[in-house]
């Protein structure tokens, strides 16, 4: 029961070791080295949970001693984590669609909303009123995907593939856009 209700989130953060070693090693040289990344990531994954399955008989007699001293730490240095990799993304959303807003694909304002969560939250609140919530929706998954493919083509992963799908994803948002603004238009001289 109490490691039920004080450590639901102890698991997860010892299995997403392995998934940030994983990401850390794709981010920086692709595919290469995924399998030595999963040999290495799954060193943090298992004393994660050698440390919550054995800190009680090995360092600790105190379940609330262990709890406070150990594990409450662990699990605000995931949510400081989890903050900084939020605000990351921020930043290269804007980064990747500013340079597109540069080259007309996008205005400034239109590159605040999709990279920031009050203006996507604006944005989404305005397409709930025009009636067109799950498209607003989609154009902020395409333009979000937009700047992460950008991202990737600056890195050099996959050019030929990630400059395909850069095309593909900027026909998308062109045609997202023109869908919002034609019902916006519509809703507004009706």
Known sequence: ?????????????FTAALGVVL???VARSGTRFIFPA????????????????????????DFFEFYFLIQLPLFLAAL?????????ERRVTEDRLGG?????????????MLATRGGRS????????????????????SA????FTR???????????????EQLLLADVTRLRRELLTTAAANTRG
């Open 1 to 13: 029961m109490i490691r039920g209700l004080f450590s639901p989130f102890a698991h997860v953060m």
């Open 23 to 25: 990401g850390l090693a």
């Open 38 to 61: 999963f040999i290495v990531g799954l060193v943090p994954a298992i004393a994660g949970h050698m440390l919550w399955n054995g800190g009680l008989l090995v360092l600790f007699t």
């Open 80 to 88: 400081a984590s989890i903050m900084a990799l939020r605000r990351a």
């Open 100 to 112: 597109y807003a540069a080259a007309g694909w996008f205005t400034a304002q239109e590159v605040h």
């Open 122 to 141: 604006q944005a989404l609140g305005w397409a709930r009123r025009i009636g067109r919530q799950r498209t607003m929706k989609a154009f902020i998954r």
């Open 144 to 147: 979000t995907r937009l700047a």
């Open 151 to 165: 991202q990737r083509i600056i890195a050099g992963h996959d050019l030929q593939l990630n400059v395909g799908r």
